[in-house]
């Protein structure tokens, strides 16, 4: 070894090394010094820094959510992926499913998050979670139609425990008119229809309940229907007498109904099930769920990656193996269970210890997605540090923070480097 | 996992199983489960799939449209689609401006990782010095160190030596970053080069500089697509790092629709174009060098 070989060396080595200098290792020493200094950077404030991040409530919150995050966030990503790395080896267009599954890891974490922003409305008209959900919702549980719906001026009509009740008993042989208002046009029932007067009806209550409003000062009469006024098309309607039900209808299309005789000098109800709001979905964005969304939407970024790791691991796994474990008997659980998983075990720590690196480090999903009212509680590390750094003018915590999440990734930073020096050596 | 790197973009499967047992019972079961695999995947491939096609279409909706009904509606009444968005999106300068400057800070951050990191590779492979293996496990246990640890120590710095708001400065940040990796990779796979290609090389008295250019430099050509296609796809999709770094001039494209994303909502005519175009090179680049993207992703699989 001579001396030019040594200087040639060093110039190949030199870019590399000073640049990892300034900017990965000096900002490592420059934030363990900072941490230790107050927000101006003048007065020692020893472990202040390090002591607000189990004391602040901001970053409690922070903390909370990141051990939720490296808890759930690895464990679904890989549990979903070694699904489908089993599964897919039974199907022949796995590959494409692969590329499917695999591909948002190509993307960005702030497109990720605009498409999850819109998955994620509120609205079930918007968004596609709450479309789903709330069609599931409904399907079992019916909404009501009239939510917004209640008496007018001069209303025969009182409130009721969410419903409305008619002030006096009604007569057979006297049609009922028990006009609401309120409902907004776009609202009312796809198939109501103009509203008519009801026909008085020996022996029956007969009725019309309707919109009883028209645009206009002094247009339409009150307590009459008038010809622009819809009928409220699928209202129920209860007799009520000494606090039972004695009877009831559904209005037809243009507001009539007509109850038996059983129903004479009873109080006609409208119930409460008429006037429920209709069911809105999740809040996924809110305060309790919105880390759980923000998870899920990580895991739509990275099962691929657990997936394509384990794979290639699974086709390493020889097939004899499997085989001679089907000819034992065992079933395919009993297979997976006993004999692929253990077999794969190393590559599902490195996926899991890899993802748990990557979920400490998780900013532009949480920054992207929650919305401003809910950006504290789904708060994370990262998100604080940048917070505390570059918008609350607080670098001495922000680089505690930075300290803290360096050292945990240290011991894996030494499970490598133990690895390696195995493999330098050869 | 430098053990797989041999192995690299083998993971093609190896067909359905083949039934074990020949007895009529266990075909139907095998049949009957085979079936509910096929229903589970497609289910779950659909889930994958649907929120990416809920952008695609969004973006292809006038704003009326779009706050008033679901995307899906668009199934029923395929009249909706218009490019009016992406239209008015490329006549926005302040996006087309980003646009580029995603390409300027991606391209030379890319360029400059794979150089520095292939002349780094190859004196840890195949040169000798003291201490080359402990300089070469220091570069590697940089891997893990989480980019949050060097924003505020390199904001000061940049603004001491006047990088901090250009371009310059986040291209650096992301090759200093990106180098621990590029180094790892590349020493791992250079040091696989029989050394009797390199040995021969030497006799005929070429120079390192000569054998790095032309032995080294093309045999490493799997490695280097893979991390160039990997640090391309960091850098490209970066949004932290250019947010803190960037001023209004030289944001990339990441950081003009983050601004966005504060009045979601009302701008879903920018949001949504804006973000299918972000992602359309990313999602090239990835349907075209697959394979070399799945080995960088397993060999950088502990980064």
Do not use: C
Not at chain 2, 66 to 94: C, H
């Amino acid at each position: 070894m001579t001396g030019t070989r040594k200087a040639v060396a060093a110039l190949f080595l030199l870019p590399a090394l000073v640049l990892l200098g300034a900017l990965v290792v000096y900002p490592i020493g420059y934030s363990i010094v900072r941490s230790l200094y107050d927000a101006n950077g003048d007065g020692f404030a020893g472990i202040d820094n390090y002591k607000a991040i189990f004391t602040d409530d901001g970053i409690r919150t922070a903390l909370k959510n990141n051990v939720i995050w490296v808890v759930f966030a690895p464990a679904v990503s890989t549990a979903l992926g070694l699904v489908f790395a089993v599964l897919t080896e039974r199907v022949r267009w796995g590959t494409a499913f692969k590329l499917v599954v695999f591909m948002p890891m190509a993307i960005s974490m702030l497109a990720a998050g605009i498409i999850f922003r819109l998955v994620y409305d509120q609205d079930p008209d918007k968004g596609v979670a709450n479309a789903v959900w709330v069609g599931v919702h409904d399907t079992f549980a019916s909404s009501s139609a009239f939510p917004r719906a209640h008496p007018g001026r001069e209303s025969p009509l009182v409130p009721q425990g969410g419903g409305f009740l008619t002030r006096s008993a009604v007569r057979a042989g006297q049609p009922v008119a028990l006009p609401l208002v309120g409902v907004a046009p776009d609202q009312m029932p796809g198939d109501a229809e103009r509203a008519v007067a009801a026909k008085a009806e020996p022996g029956r209550i007969t009725g019309t309940t309707w919109q009883d409003f028209t645009r206009g000062k002094g247009v339409g009469r009150l307590g009459a229907p008038d010809p622009s006024e819809l009928g409220y098309a699928g209202m129920r309607i209860e007799a009520v007498k000494g606090g039972t039900v004695v009877a009831s209808a559904e209005a037809a299309a243009d507001g009539t109904f007509t109850l038996p005789a059983a129903a004479d000098g009873a109080r006609l109800r409208l119930p409460a099930s008429n006037f429920r709001e209709p069911y809105n979905g999740v809040d996924w964005l809110g305060p309790s769920l919105v880390t759980p969304a923000i998870i899920g939407s990580y895991v739509w970024m990275w099962a691929g990656f657990a997936m394509v790791l384990i794979a290639a691991g699974l086709a390493g796994v020889p097939r004899e193996l499997l085989e001679a474990a089907r000819v034992d008997g065992a079933n395919e659980w009993q297979v997976f269970r006993k004999v692929t998983v253990p077999l794969l075990a190393p590559v599902l720590a490195v996926v899991v210890v890899t993802l748990m690196i990557n979920v400490l480090k998780v900013f532009d999903l949480v920054y992207i997605i929650a919305p401003g009212s809910s950006q504290d509680d789904a708060n994370v590390l990262a998100l604080e540090l940048y917070r505390k750094g570059f918008a609350e003018g607080q670098p001495g915590i922000a680089s505690a923070i930075a300290v803290f999440l360096l050292l945990l990734v240290i011991p894996v930073m030494l499970f490598n480097i133990r690895r390696l020096r195995r493999e330098v050596r050869r | 996992m430098t053990a797989t790197l041999g192995s690299i973009g083998k993971t093609t499967s190896p067909g359905p199983v083949a039934p074990a047992r020949e007895s009529l019972g266990s075909r139907i079961a095998g049949r009957l489960s085979g079936g509910l695999v096929r229903v589970f995947l497609l289910v779950v491939g659909l889930f994958w799939l649907v929120p990416t096609i809920g952008l695609l279409i969004s973006s292809l909706r006038a704003p009326g449209d779009m706050s008033a009904s679901g995307w899906w509606t668009v199934f029923g009444k395929p009249s909706q689609l218009t490019f009016d968005s992406y239209q008015k999106l490329l006549e926005n300068g302040d996006i087309t401006g980003s646009l580029v400057n995603t390409v300027l800070i991606t391209v030379p951050a890319t360029v400059l990782v794979v150089v520095i990191g292939s002349l780094a590779g190859y004196a840890f492979a195949w040169m000798e010095f003291p201490g080359r293996d402990w300089w070469f496990l220091g570069v590697v246990s940089l891997l893990v160190v989480p980019v949050q640890v060097a924003l505020i120590p390199i904001a000061e710095l940049f603004g001491k030596i006047g990088l901090f708001g250009s371009i310059l400065g986040v291209i650096l940040f992301h090759v200093g970053f990106g180098l621990p990796f590029a180094v790892f990779l590349l020493r791992n796979f250079f040091a696989e080069i029989p050394r009797e290609l390199l040995e021969a090389a030497r006799l005929d008295g070429a120079g390192e500089l000569r054998l790095f250019a032309r032995v080294v430099m093309p045999l490493g050509g799997p490695a280097i697509a893979s991390l160039g296609i990997f640090q391309f796809l960091w850098v490209w999709n970066d949004m932290l790092v250019a947010l803190v770094f960037t001023k209004s001039g030289s944001q990339p494209i990441t950081v003009a629709l983050q601004t966005q994303v504060r009045q979601f909502g009302n701008n879903i005519d920018v949001l949504a174009p804006g973000a299918f175009i972000s992602m359309v090179i990313p999602l090239a680049v990835f349907f075209a060098f697959q394979r070399q993207f799945v080995s960088g992703v397993m060999a950088g699989a502990v980064k």
